[in-house]
């Protein structure tokens, strides 16, 4: 990473100790945005498996917004968070879980 | 909204011209079918399908259904019967083979119906009281909200125009918004619309975003393409397909070569492979 002239890495604010950081802050601004109750919105990474798995929870009644009709919102939602892991160079999976 | 009236052989070919004048996809449009196609001797059709279209309003559901739902998918259909019926009669292409169609006509009006009807908001948010200007604002706001979580500085800024609203987007890195053939740029719209239209159970406004002047670039090259196809078949006498398209570059399309005396243009396939075919007129 030392002489990767890459403007991803100019705004890079987070510490390289998180993986995929402008995802997980993309993920959580949009969940948060189209939910009613943003508070109980948290994105967690689990670092277990293959690639890393972004876990989105949101408060009880929330989740059918966040999934959308025939699960278009939540296949929006996928597409502009791995267009925002590319600049964090990983490949994400994103999985919507309810409380 | 603005209804379009279509005329066409089948209720089906009627549907899909309806919904390229639109440029929109099957499920954001509402059909109601004026009349139908009348066979004549032979399976040669004397009347010809009319229908009228319209984009659907966006909609909240209900916070009781969306509840009821999350808590256990088993009760699933009958609780939320009505909706998933309208979910179901947009995706389900109007019965060519059988001009006899009752059925789909009844559904159409029923789905019609409760859209208009404004009992269906027993959420707190008064939606009547909701101008195009606050759903602008619920737009910018994300907009700037997202931009800066990608870590892209931009410039957010909003039109409105009477229920149009387009929200514009400019800045210097973001390509990854816009994302290969703007599919990037229609997921971020698509959200755009959920958190500001639908969170303020907004059903009047058309909203569009654009950023670093994509649309508007995709618009001329099709234009421009478009006029050089038209060129093609008006000299060669012989029809063209095109790729497949969205049904909002499609909507382009037509909309330019409508204007060029020669050709014709109309649309077949189902998306997402639907495509222009143009012809010498």
């Known amino acids: 990473m030392s002489d990767v002239d890459n403007d991803a890495i100019d705004n890079d604010t987070v510490e390289s100790d998180q993986i995929a950081p402008t995802a997980v802050a993309v993920l959580e601004h949009i969940v948060k945005s189209i939910v009613d109750d943003p508070d109980a919105v948290t994105v967690e990474v689990d670092d277990s498996g293959r690639r890393p798995t972004l876990n989105v929870r949101c408060g009880e009644g929330d989740l059918g917004r966040v999934i959308g009709r025939r699960g278009r919102t939540a296949s929006s939602i996928r597409t502009v968070a791995r267009a925002a892991a590319s600049k964090d160079d990983v490949e994400i999976d994103i999985e919507f879980l309810d409380d | ?281």
């Open chain 2, 1 to 281: 909204m603005e209804w379009v009236e279509t005329t066409a052989k089948t209720i089906d070919a009627a549907r899909e011209a309806a919904l390229d004048q639109l440029g929109v996809a099957a499920d954001e449009a509402e059909f109601d079918v004026i009349e139908e196609p009348r066979p004549g001797l032979f399976g040669r059709v004397r009347g010809e399908a009319r229908l009228r279209a319209r984009v659907r309003p966006a909609q909240v559901r209900p916070k009781q259904e969306r509840r009821r739902r999350s808590k256990s998918d088993k009760s699933d259909k009958p609780a939320t019967s009505e909706t998933s019926d309208s979910t179901e009669e947009s995706s389900t292409p109007a019965t060519s083979s059988t001009p006899k169609s009752a059925p789909p006509r009844a559904r159409r009006q029923t789905s019609n119906k409760r859209n208009e009807e404004p009992t269906m908001t027993n959420d707190d948010r008064p939606e009547s009281t909701v101008t195009p200007d606050e759903v602008g604002a619920a737009a910018v706001s994300f907009m700037e909200g997202l931009t800066s979580a990608f870590g892209s500085p931009a410039e957010v800024a909003v039109t409105v125009d009477g229920i149009e609203l387009e929200v514009t987007v400019t800045g210097t890195e973001l390509g990854l918004l816009v994302g290969p053939g703007g599919r990037t740029l229609n997921a971020v719209q698509d959200l755009a619309r959920v958190a500001a239209q639908r969170r303020l159970g907004d059903h009047e406004t058309r909203l569009r975003v654009d950023v670093a002047g994509y649309r508007e670039r995709r618009e001329a090259a099709l234009s421009a393409f478009a006029r050089d196809v038209a060129e093609q078949v008006r000299t060669s006498g012989t029809a063209r397909s095109l790729e497949p398209m969205t049904s909002s570059d499609r909507k382009v399309i037509h909309d330019v070569l409508n204007e060029i005396d020669g050709v014709s243009t109309r649309s077949v396939g189902e998306d997402p492979d639907r495509r222009i075919i143009v012809d010498p007129a």
